[in-house]
């Protein structure tokens, strides 16, 4: 595709249940980032995948989060027994291999989710 | 490990007035660095970019930044504020250069355009 695509745009959960947010990276790019966004605060870093490479998952606040990169393509962050404080814009972004001309991080529009 | 500050959380000028948006960056090795802008409601949208060669980086929308190793900083500048300018900015730092590690964000300033 033309930019990152990520679904749903906005997610309403009910506390406890599990939600999967889906990553579709632009075509070619071997880097993926998962970053979440709270309201009034940065950007904080959830988990990164390059290529074949064991991901970096040192970001993941707990181990009810987890994501996975299939196919070195599209990827599923999977947050289990959400809670209220899970509640924030999910965002994925990606880019060439290091070494290429160009590698800035390219944002999809992220994921709003609402823990109720 | 690298980490980036950002020395203002919100910023304030008039329309017509220069903008100057601070960032010092920390990195064991030579960084790549990027400004990313975030339109209320919008995506990231990356402004410029910093990857080694010439040290003033020109962006978009008129938009700059000087990359200066021996203040470690990376502030963005532009001549004359526009209204559509208002949004919030993230100053970026990546290791090792080429974007190949995880980008670490700076927690953001928010710019306000008066008129």
């Known amino acids: 595709g033309a930019g990152v695509s990520q679904s749903p745009s906005n997610k309403v959960t009910e506390k406890g249940k599990d939600v999967e947010l889906r990553c579709d990276p632009i075509s070619g790019h071997t880097a993926l980032y998962w970053y979440r966004q709270s309201l009034g605060q940065g950007l904080e870093f959830l988990i990164y995948?390059?290529?074949?490479?064991?991901?970096?998952k040192s970001g993941l606040p707990s181990d009810r989060f987890s994501a996975e990169r299939t196919g070195g393509s599209v990827s599923t962050l999977t947050i289990q027994r959400t809670q209220q404080e899970d509640s924030a814009v999910y965002l994925c972004?990606?880019?060439?291999?290091?070494?290429?001309?160009?590698?800035?991080?390219?944002f999809g529009q992220g994921t709003r989710l609402t823990v109720v | 490990a690298q980490s980036v500050t950002q020395l203002d959380s919100h910023v304030s000028v008039s329309e017509g007035t220069p903008v100057l948006l601070r960032c010092n960056y920390s990195?064991?090795?030579?960084?790549?660095l990027f400004w990313y802008v975030q339109h209320p409601n919008k995506g990231l949208q990356l402004l410029l970019k910093?990857?080694?060669?010439?040290?003033l980086v020109k962006g978009i929308n008129g938009f700059e930044a000087e990359f200066k190793k021996s203040e470690t900083s990376f502030h963005l500048t532009k001549p004359s504020a526009h209204m559509s300018d208002a949004a919030e900015y993230f100053c970026v730092v990546s290791v090792p250069p080429g974007g190949g590690n995880k980008l670490t964000f700076g927690t953001g300033t928010q710019l306000k355009v008066e008129l």
């Open positions: 972004a990606s880019s060439l291999p290091p070494g290429a001309r160009d590698t800035e991080a390219f």
């Open positions: 995948f390059q290529g074949n490479s064991a991901p970096d």
């Open positions: 990195s064991s090795y030579s960084p790549s």
């Open positions: 910093y990857t080694s060669a010439a040290t």
